[in-house]
Nanobody, 122 residues
């Protein structure tokens, strides 16, 4: 069974930085696209950024120039470098994977991580 495991959340002051990591466990053959969503209290979950296996990215306007997504060499990991953090970035951040295939022949159209809290506050 494939799972997404996130790490790296926490409390940071405005203007600070955090790096989130997400790794897909299991015998992964390929993952087409990985990304990050976030959900703030009382708001809907929104896409922050996604990256394809070929390296194409799609950033939300609110994070362009401040956040950078990257995929690890193993292609089953994804990182989110968050700089110049603002209080409005406070949310639970969820790792997401589209179109995951395993060596055993299993296919998952979508996978979600458990979420990691990011709080930006002085």
């Amino acid at each position: 069974q494939v799972q997404l495991v996130e790490s790296g959340g926490g409390l940071v002051q405005p203007g600070g930085s955090l790096r989130l990591s997400c790794a897909a466990s299991g015998s992964i053959l390929r993952i087409a696209t990985m990304g990050w969503y976030r959900q703030a209290p009382g708001k809907e979950r929104e896409l922050v950024v996604a990256i394809t296996s070929g390296g194409s990215t799609n950033y939300a306007d609110s994070v362009k120039g401040r956040f950078t997504i990257s995929r690890g060499n193993a292609k089953n990991t994804v990182y989110l470098q968050m700089n110049s953090l603002k209080p409005e970035d406070t949310a639970v951040y969820y790792c997401h994977a589209w179109s995951t295939e395993t060596y055993s022949g299993s296919y998952y159209s979508e996978l979600w991580g458990q979420g990691t809290q990011v709080t930006v506050s002085s």
